[in-house]
């Protein structure tokens, strides 16, 4: 005994312990500045830069209403429940065992008809029945010689973070989505204004050309072309009209809420999000600290390393401390007094002897496990050093086209205004009106889509940065979703 509870209180536990992986990380990212780029990024309620009150509002819905973050939470808190089981299996237990039965003496009780004495053997005798009143406590305890429990509370710990990352995660992934298909469905009503407003200034030109064909100053091809122009722009205003509904119905299920939830409220048309530019993104070594999906990697790391330890104790011997105390009597108040009373304690040692290998190769398993979810952790880092990398190049990209898109705009614009004056006039040729307003309607339709990928981008380099939700969620309660309005708090009865 002496020996087991030194062992106890060395603390032995077997397999590895862990220590965070030190990986070697670049110094600056390559499409910023080094000098500039060490501040730290402000991912604070990043969106907020985009100053539109209503996808503020709508990211706070989505945030409390999202199916996804719900069962998010609610793994956390199965998470945290796990962990308080694998406390528990560190102490010892200890259970009631009450029974009353009904006997018949003509089986159980001795020669003389009185109930036979515990411990004693019964003898077929009189008819009699009684009954027999029984209390007692069982108690155990593992002893965690070798540190199995110790790592299965370890390894729940680190469930508990994993569950956070997931949670976090899920609303990076949540706020990325909302303001993105935002900006998509805002961007879908600039387009359907635009093609509206070309539409009904190529049909005053086609007016103006008809006029002119049946003054015979204007060719029947002239006339053609205007109409087929015109009708060519109106033919995009309903796939944009289907695309901006679709949008809507997205962002209304991301808010747990019915696809035509959102329709009108969001009818009323309001510019594409323009964010504030440039934005601090500091060093690659911050996204080990900022992206969720990296923090879970890394926590899953450490949780499988920890499972190794649980197999690794499961090869050694194994002892607990059991016992028992019972006492009976005929009558409810002999159990304190004139019952008979019966007790045991003692030891138990399992040694494991041979098991064909079984044991070392869980041991390999979790050591395999653990190596695969290192390697999981360090493609989580280059997946998340080639997002920053890709929306930095793809933001700065639609910066630049951004000044030459204006550039194309006012000039088209001025081309179109001239060639409609001059074809009025007479003094122009219907083809020179037909190309400009063509390529004006081209060129502010692709200034709108610019608006709009610069929009997506930032929000693409927030997420890549690891922005997402800094305010309090609550997962210590479960919540009642309804399909149809949302989520509702549990109300207590």
């Known amino acids: 005994m002496l020996i087991i509870f030194s062992m106890i209180l060395a603390g032995c536990a077997v397999g590895p312990d862990y220590q965070t992986p030190l990986l070697a990380m670049p110094s600056h990212w390559s499409q910023t500045d080094a000098t500039k780029s060490s501040r ?10 985009l100053r539109d009150p209503v996808l503020n509002d709508l990211i706070e819905e989505a945030v409390a209403g999202n199916l996804d973050v719900a069962t998010a939470k609610a793994r956390v808190r199965e998470a945290r429940a796990s962990y308080g089981q694998a406390v528990g299996a560190l102490f010892p237990t200890v259970t009631n065992r009450d029974m009353v039965t009904r006997t018949n003496g003509s089986a159980l009780a001795p020669s003389n008809g009185s109930p036979p004495a515990i411990g004693t053997s019964a ?26 429990n110790r790592r299965a509370v370890e390894a729940a710990a680190y469930g508990i973070d994993i569950s956070e990352q997931s949670l976090d995660a899920a609303l990076l992934t949540l706020i990325g989505d909302v ?41 029947a ?15 995009a205003i309903p796939t944009l009209q289907a695309s901006y509904v679709q949008t809507v119905h997205r962002l209304s299920v991301l808010t747990g809420r019915p696809p035509a939830a959102l329709q009108e409220r969001l009818e009323k048309p309001a510019p594409v999000p323009r964010p504030r530019l440039p934005i601090p993104t500091g060093i690659p070594a911050d996204v080990l600290l900022t992206r969720p999906d990296v923090r879970l990697a890394e926590r899953r790391y450490a949780q499988y390393t920890a499972r190794i330890g649980q197999a690794e104790a499961a090869r050694y011997p194994s002892a607990s401390l059991t016992g028992n105390i019972a006492t009976a009597g005929t009558q409810l108040g002999d159990l304190g007094k004139s019952s008979s009373i019966s007790w045991s304690f003692g030891p138990t040692v399992t040694v494991p002897i041979f098991n064909a290998g079984k044991l070392r190769a869980a ?29 930095l190049v793809a933001l700065g990209q639609e910066r630049l086209r951004a000044r030459a898109l204006s550039t194309s705009v006012e000039a088209y614009r001025e081309a179109a205004s001239l060639s409609q004056s001059l074809y009025k006039a007479g003094s122009s040729s219907f083809l020179d009106v037909l190309t400009a307003q063509r390529s004006l309607y081209n060129a502010e339709d692709a200034l709108i889509e ?32 309804d399909a149809m309005t949302g989520p509702r708090p549990v109300r207590p009865n």
């Open 40 to 49: 730290p990024p402000d991912l604070s309620r990043w969106w907020m830069r």
């Open 123 to 148: 003898q077929p005798g009189s008819g009699a029945t009684y009954t027999l009143f029984q209390a007692g406590f069982d108690a155990s305890w593992e002893l965690d010689l070798f540190g199995a």
């Open 179 to 219: 303001a993105s298909d935002y900006a998509r469905a805002r961007g879908y009503q600039a387009r359907i204004a635009l093609a509206r407003r070309s539409a009904a200034s190529q049909e005053e030109t086609t007016q103006i050309t008809r006029d002119r064909f049946a003054a015979g100053t204007a060719s």
């Open 221 to 235: 091809v002239d006339l053609a072309n205007a109409i087929g122009q015109a009708a060519t722009t109106r033919s």
């Open 363 to 391: 041991v390999e398993i979790a050591e395999a496990q653990r190596d695969q979810h290192f390697v999981t952790y360090r493609l989580s880092i280059l997946t998340a050093l080639k997002d920053v990398e890709d929306a």
């Open 450 to 481: 610019n608006q709009i990928l610069t929009a997506i981008d930032y929000i693409a380099l927030n997420k890549a940065l690891g922005g997402g939700w800094d305010g309090s969620v609550d997962t210590s309660r479960p919540e009642t979703v």
